[in-house]
T-cell receptor, first 114, second 113 residues
Framework: DGGITQSPKYLFRKEGQNVTLSCEQN?????MYWYRQDPGQGLRLIYY???????QKGDIAEGYSVSREKKESFPLTVTSAQKNPTAFYLC?????????????FGDGTRLSIL | GENVEQHPSTLSVQEGDSAVIKCTYS??????FPWYKQELGKRPQLIID?????GEKKDQRIAVTLNKTAKHFSLHITETQPEDSAVYFC????????????FGTGTQLKVEL
């Protein structure tokens, strides 16, 4: 979906470093989501936000933080507390108030450890 | 919480044959079941979804069936083509309340010539 932009496409993290992954959407969607994808484990929910200035933990939130200061943006910070950050990170969004609308994904960011 | 199991993990079929991927879920409150297709290195893309008030849905060569009693749903692809080769994910969730989805672990489908 061209309306969801994730950057960078590839990211490298040094030990003890925090890194931030960007997710921007111009679809006017209220809800946004962050998933982590590891080989053989499918997609696991890290955090989600249904409205500006509000977000909830998903199933694997430890070692991650998010903010939702603008409707269009939902950045994810991978902190040094996340001991195994190497993964493919996917951002998704959907409109709320319309339960029939599915989540649509960005192109992802692949994070690796140096 | 919800738990979704998906089988098989890999599936190889001949071009023109049918492919079936099965998923089970644990939370009887789940009422929304999408299927996503992900090609290598690309984003997952929704191919079909079904809600719990419907037992079957079809879109050209793709169909999904849902058995609420048994808590399982299946993806059926007929007349498979090489471009159907990808990883397919099922998911389950509850509409409203954040619309969180729990995903299966994926099925690598390979359509051989």
């Amino acid at each position: 979906d061209g309306g969801i932009t994730q950057s960078p496409k590839y990211l490298f993290r040094k030990e003890g470093q925090n890194v931030t992954l960007s997710c921007e959407q111009n679809l006017n969607h209220d809800a946004m989501y962050w998933y982590r994808q590891d080989p053989g484990q499918g997609l696991r929910l890290i955090y989600y936000s249904q409205i500006v200035n509000d977000f909830q933990k998903g199933d694997i939130a430890e070692g991650y933080s998010v903010s939702r200061e603008k409707k269009e943006s939902f950045p994810l910070t991978v902190t040094s507390a996340q001991k195994n950050p190497t993964a493919f990170y996917l951002c998704a969004s959907r409109p709320t108030g319309a339960d029939n609308q599915p989540q649509h994904f960005g192109d992802g960011t692949r994070l690796s450890i140096l | 919480g919800e738990n979704v199991e998906q089988h098989p993990s890999t599936l190889s079929v001949q071009e023109g044959d049918s492919a079936v991927i099965k998923c089970t879920y644990s939370d009887s409150a789940s009422n929304y079941f999408p299927w996503y297709k992900q090609e290598l290195g690309k984003r997952p893309q929704l191919i079909i979804d079904i809600r719990s008030n419907v037992g079957e849905k079809k879109d050209q060569r793709i169909a999904v069936t849902l058995n609420k009693t048994a808590k399982h749903f299946s993806l059926h692809i007929t007349e498979t083509q090489p471009e159907d080769s990808a990883v397919y994910f099922c998911a389950a969730g509850v509409t409203g309340g954040g619309n969180k989805l729990t995903f299966g672990t994926g099925t690598q489908l390979k359509v051989e010539l």
